[in-house]
């Protein structure tokens, strides 16, 4: 039961990607998103735009899986089977004969207890911490969001960052070509972080040989940023990565955010290149400072950053390729897949 169809990153990375390696260990799959491409078109580019009747819709629909999931040896969730529901209503509809394995790759519980809705709060603030209670197993994308889990009383704790399946991926070697690309990668929910490293970006943009480019975000993030805008695409992601010569994730360091799995650093190190990330989360996980990439902490260290990358082209070869070997070693569809399907396997005989 994931929250979306393919066209949903969360969805598309924590689920799908698995599902040909579940199914060749004859791992039966019965494949139900809550919604659809349009809505999620919708949630990123006009939630205006969002109709009453795709929401509604998609939740009956869900509800009537519930009811029936009882003909299954495991449910396998993404975060929550009906948003904005709580946690009572939606346990009455599980199958408590059934297994249930719930992922998180974000601090859902802050979307509930940080709200700004008193009665939001009152209601939906324990929600997510209930469901991980019920569940067999948890599966984390970090240790932020598996501490919150362990703390909620979940039997089994599982950590398992998002990956990428490496074999896509083509490492970046040619460092030399006289403009300098600093690069992000992302979706428009997330182009808002941007403005953390502003500053930085429009002192290194006033130069000819340098140039910033965004990949998936909002246009109004880009306002008062001289980059260039490239509309994500599925099919030329990779070779757009590809182009960069060191890639960015600018974050705020807030509740939400240290709950984030730092998969734009996981991909950027997987294309083989250098990054500089804020110290927010599991951030300062992934990026080995001085080693694989930079960890920025104001606006000073991000323009010393871009500035030690900019005149050492070496040295961002260097630290790409280290940052791939990290990426083979324990951010791979090929390393962690395993895991996964040991994970579910268990939980089908719990």
């Given at each position: 039961m994931?929250?979306?169809d ?6 598309r990375y ?7 390696h579940?199914k060749?260990e004859n791992?039966?799959?019965s494949?139900f998103?809550?919604?659809n491409?349009k809505?999620?078109q919708?949630?990123?580019f006009?939630p205006?735009?969002i109709?009453?009747?795709?929401p509604?819709?998609a939740?009956?629909?869900?509800t009537?899986?519930l009811?029936?999931s009882?003909?299954?040896?495991l449910?396998?969730m993404?975060k ?5 529901i709580?946690?009572l ?5 599980y ?8 992922d998180?790759?974000?601090a859902?519980h802050?979307r509930?207890?940080q709200?700004?809705?008193?009665l ?12 991980m209670a ?7 994308g ?11 009383g ?5 950590v ?9 991926f083509?490492s970046?070697?040619?460092f030399y ?13 997330t182009s808002?972080h ?8 429009k002192?290194?943009c006033?130069?000819k ?21 490239i509309?994500w695409?599925?099919k030329?992601?990779i ?7 060191v890639?960015i994730?600018?974050?705020?360091d ?14 950027y ?7 500089i ?7 300062s996980?992934?990026v ?19 500035g030690?990358?900019k005149?050492d ?7 790409g390729?280290?940052?791939r ?9 090929e390393i962690i897949?395993p895991?996964?399907i040991s994970i579910l396997?268990?939980a089908a005989?719990?």
């Amino acid at each position: 039961m994931t929250r979306y169809d393919p066209t949903g990153p969360s969805s598309r990375y924590r689920f799908y990607q698995y599902f040909s390696h579940l199914k060749k260990e004859n791992i039966d799959l019965s494949v139900f998103p809550l919604f659809n491409s349009k809505y999620v078109q919708s949630l990123y580019f006009d939630p205006r735009g969002i109709k009453f009747i795709n929401p509604l819709n998609a939740y009956l629909k869900r509800t009537a899986r519930l009811l029936f999931s009882g003909s299954y040896d495991l449910v396998w969730m993404e975060k929550e089977a009906l948003p904005w529901i709580p946690a009572l209503i939606e346990k009455l509809l599980y199958n408590r004969s059934v297994p249930y394995v719930i992922d998180y790759d974000d601090a859902v519980h802050h979307r509930y207890d940080q709200h700004h809705n008193p009665l939001i709060r009152s209601v939906l603030s324990k929600k997510i911490e209930k469901l991980m209670a019920f569940s067999t197993v948890v599966v984390a994308g970090n240790k932020y969001i598996a501490n919150y889990a362990q703390n909620a009383g979940a039997l089994r704790v599982e950590v398992l960052p998002t990956v990428v399946d490496i074999n896509n991926f083509k490492s970046k070697e040619n460092f030399y070509q006289p403009t300098f690309r600093i690069g992000w990668l992302g979706s428009p929910s997330t182009s808002r972080h941007l403005n953390i490293a502003c500053q930085a970006l429009k002192t290194f943009c006033e130069f000819k040989d340098t140039e910033f480019v965004a990949i998936g975000a909002l246009q109004q993030d880009l306002d008062n940023i001289p980059g260039r805008l490239i509309v994500w695409n599925e099919k030329t992601e990779i070779s757009e990565l590809s182009r960069f010569d060191v890639g960015i994730m600018p974050l705020p360091d807030t509740p939400w955010e240290r709950g984030k799995c730092g998969f734009k650093l996981i991909q950027y190190m997987a294309t083989g290149l250098p990054v500089i990330a804020s110290p927010v989360g599991v951030n300062s996980e992934i990026v080995e400072h001085g080693v694989n990439g930079f960890l920025a902490s104001d606006m000073r260290e991000w323009i010393k950053y871009l500035g030690i990358l900019k005149e050492d082209r070496d040295m961002c070869r260097k630290m790409g390729a280290v940052g791939r070997v990290k990426i083979e070693k324990s951010y791979s569809l090929e390393i962690i897949g395993p895991r996964l399907i040991s994970i579910l396997r268990e939980a089908a005989k719990a």
